[in-house]
């Protein structure tokens, strides 16, 4: 009876987890997966088991192209983030002295946080638009004859836009990760004589890989998740993955856009096992 | 889906509260043989929930028609789509529907919406023959897509199928309606603006702007076409795949070259587009165009010579109406349109389907602007009393009879409409 108990125990611990999880989680994804495989009208949803919605979700250059749009959006802001923010962990963790400034100079990283996506974003639109900040300076002071028109509404703008919005996620786990590093290796590189660069580059970039490879998860799941930066950036000129799931849902076309979601996660999760299999994140959790 | 902006009724805490009691007090009544009228609702409040597009979902005729009936009014908001939804797979979750006459021509046919009988509407005679004949002026020339008038009518009471002509039976009494055409900026377009194709002018690349709802989008794209002759439509509102696809490789050929600045899909999007200067000539509603030019800025609802891209809208009744809530939604219906809301409607800058009643709630500087086509008087106001025009201003397009009577297409559904979405998707892809 004690021993059926003790191997119990593991299990009912897991439970409660378990059940949140199966609840929250697998239920609405699975819900998903059988929905995408439904027929519809405007009126409503009929159940069945057809391969409709996938064949259009696949069978269309739309998609593919929308695809390719948003893995470039994802490629290009997971470059310039990772940059950024390793830059400014690395400021954080080795430059700043004291643990209180540190502290402070990285609460003031998370102010802008304080206030909403939406605001962040249309904020850029009277600094970027053609009678904007920068293009009116620009244009006073003799730089460029006239407005320049690629600054707003624009693949530059939704770079830019998304950026600014998720440098943050990058910078955290990459100073997590190097205020772990051990600071006699960096001691020991400098007495075994290398150089910073070398420093940088041989000892705390592979060291902070992990703290890289949780930023990089953030970063570009939330770029392939996105539809209202590239909405309000490209001026609706651009399109991505979710803004055409949002498209179709305002349609009413719901198996559609749960063909779409489930092609999306599948690339998603796929892309994060990628990630994972190249940096063991475990390894520093 | 037109001139969509979030208003709401009725949703507060407060008045949940009172209407929930109310409803309870107005099934009381539903369940009791009582008969009689206007003066039973005071008494024995009733409650009618009307859902629809937000247009004329507005809380100054909520308050109002307590205020006149006793009937508390409780409206939901949504868009087009969702409101053909709503209407066919929830009917019991309203009394009035508040819906456009395209998604009327979706949503009548699977009988959740019962014709109303004539002679019960007290006004019936003035509403604008627009709505019976689809004609404004007996020489009119019948518009494109989906006309009320094709829609306005059916056999019987049981009947599901339209009606060719006047018989009796009212699908829906029209309530709203207006004509749209492009928004400039006189200031900065530099020359006269004369015909839809004046966007496509190179002069102007860059700086355009087309709405970004299919149904309608493709619609303001149609006129443009013809307007430069690349093509004649068999009707604008019902195109075959071969006129949608080439519709949509012109406007995706337009987006390559750089034509268009922006699509817009929000009302205050299309505002922040025109008054910024990042766009000088698109796609607007006429309370968009107001909403700029309460800025200060000159912006013009331009007329143009292929005529206006027209959506009408009215209030059906529910197929589970019966007994004293039936007769408590006639009473509404033929308040609505006894014209104080008409008034409102018009003061908006909309047009009411009873013209006469609404003349009555309207002073005549205000009946001599709106309607007349005449230079304001005095100061023209808002509903709310902000001042709109100053003495002076004529209203774009001029008066009642010239905008309605030049109505080139109405908004409309299109038997190949998933096609149609589905090209326009690869438009804004492309």
């Known amino acids: 009876m004690n021993n059926l108990l003790s191997r119990a125990t593991p299990y009912i611990q897991a439970t409660p987890l378990a059940l949140i999880l199966a609840f929250f989680l697998l239920l609405p994804i699975l819900l998903l997966v059988v929905v995408s495989f439904w027929d519809y009208d405007f009126a409503g949803m009929y159940p069945d088991l057809m391969t409709l919605n ?61 206030t909403s996506n939406i605001i962040r974003m249309i904020s850029w639109i009277p600094v970027l638009g053609r009678n904007g900040l920068v293009n009116t ?12 028109e690629w600054l707003l509404y624009s693949d530059f703008a939704v770079v830019l836009a998304m950026v600014h919005l998720f440098t943050l996620f990058m910078v955290t786990p990459i100073f997590n990760t ?35 490879a949780i930023g990089t998860i953030f970063v570009v799941t939330l770029v392939m998740a996105d539809f209202s930066t590239v909405q309000v ?13 949002r498209n179709q849902m305002s349609l009413l076309q719901y198996p559609a856009a749960a063909a779409n979601a489930v092609v999306l996660l599948v690339l998603v999760l796929v892309m994060v096992a990628g990630i994972l ?3 063991d994140i475990r390894k520093e959790l | 889906m037109t001139e969509f902006t979030e208003r709401k009724a009725g949703i507060s805490r407060r008045n949940f509260l009172k209407t929930g009691a109310a409803a309870a007090a107005g099934a009381a009544v539903g369940s009791g043989a009582i008969t009689g009228f206007p003066t039973i609702w005071a008494q024995n409040p009733i409650t009618l929930r009307q859902f629809g597009t937000g247009v004329s979902n507005l809380n100054a005729i909520a308050e109002k028609c307590k205020e006149d009936l006793g009937i508390t009014l409780e409206m939901t908001a949504t868009d087009s789509d969702a409101a053909a939804q709503r209407a066919v797979t929830q009917p019991d979750s309203y009394d009035i529907a508040d819906i456009e006459y395209w998604i009327l021509k979706k949503v009548f046919p699977t009988g959740v919406i019962q014709p109303m009988d004539t002679s019960r509407l007290t006004y019936y005679d003035q509403i604008v023959p627009l709505f019976k004949t689809g004609k404004l002026l007996p020489d009119s020339v019948i518009a494109q897509g989906t006309a009320p008038h094709t829609v306005g009518f059916v056999e019987g009471p049981d009947s599901t199928t339209f009606a060719a002509g006047e018989t009796g039976w009212f699908t829906m009494v029209p309530t709203i309606y207006n004509a749209d055409t492009l928004g400039i900026r006189p200031d900065l377009v530099g020359r006269e603006i004369t015909s839809w194709a004046d966007i496509m002018d ?3 690349k860059g700086k355009t702007a087309i709405i970004n709802v299919p149904s309608i989008g493709i619609m303001d794209a149609a006129m443009i076409m013809e307007a430069m002759g ?72 331009q007329p143009l010579k292929e005529g206006y891209r027209s959506w009408g809208g009215g209030l059906g009744l529910a197929a589970h109406l019966e007994g004293a809530m039936l007769d408590a939604a006639y009473e509404y219906i033929n308040w609505y349109t006894s014209g104080w809301v008409g008034g409102y409607l018009n003061r908006q800058g909309y047009y009411s389907a009873n013209m006469e009643s609404a003349r009555n709630h309207m002073s005549e500087d205000e009946w001599g602007y709106w309607i007349e086509g005449k230079p304001a008087q005095g100061d023209i106001l808002a509903p709310d009393g902000t001042v709109m025009e100053t003495a002076g201003a004529v209203r774009d397009g001029g008066s009642f009879e010239e905008r309605m009577g030049k109505v080139a297409c109405w908004n409309s559904v299109m038997d190949e409409d998933r096609y149609m979405v589905r090209r326009w998707n690869e438009f804004i892809a492309a």
Not at chain 1, 84 to 108: D, E
Not at chain 1, 188 to 206: E, F, K, M, S, T
Request: aromatic share 12%; proline share 4%; glycine share 6%.
């Open chain 1, 54 to 114: 996938y064949e259009e979700v696949l069978g269309s250059w739309v998609t593919w192209r929308t695809y390719l749009n948003t893995l470039k959006f994802a490629a290009l802001v997971w470059a310039i983030t990772a940059f950024v923010g390793f830059w400014i962990a690395y400021f954080l963790a080795f430059h700043v002295r004291t643990t209180t400034m540190q502290m402070v100079l990285f609460l003031i990283c998370t102010v802008p946080f304080l």
């Open chain 1, 137 to 148: 300076a620009l244009v006073n002071a003799g730089i460029v004859p006239e407005p320049i």
């Open chain 1, 178 to 212: 190097m205020m772990r590093i051990d600071r006699s290796l960096v001691e020991a590189a400098r007495d075994g004589g290398a150089r910073n660069w070398q420093i940088i580059w041989h000892v705390i970039l592979p060291l902070a890989k992990p703290g890289i």
């Open chain 1, 233 to 245: 950036m490209s001026g609706g000129q651009s399109a991505s993955v979710a803004l055409m799931m």
């Open chain 1, 277 to 279: 299999r190249i940096v």
């Open chain 2, 202 to 204: 190179p002069a102007f």
């Open chain 2, 230 to 301: 690349e093509i004649t439509y068999g009707d604008k509102g019902n195109m075959t795949t071969e006129e949608i696809d080439a519709t949509i490789e012109f406007l995706i050929k337009a987006k390559q070259d750089g034509q268009f600045r922006a699509f817009w899909k929000s009302f205050d999007e299309s505002v922040n587009l025109m008054s910024s200067g990042e766009v000088v000539i698109q796609s607007m509603w006429s309370p968009a165009v107001a909403a700029v030019r309460s800025k200060g800025i000159a912006c013009t609802y």
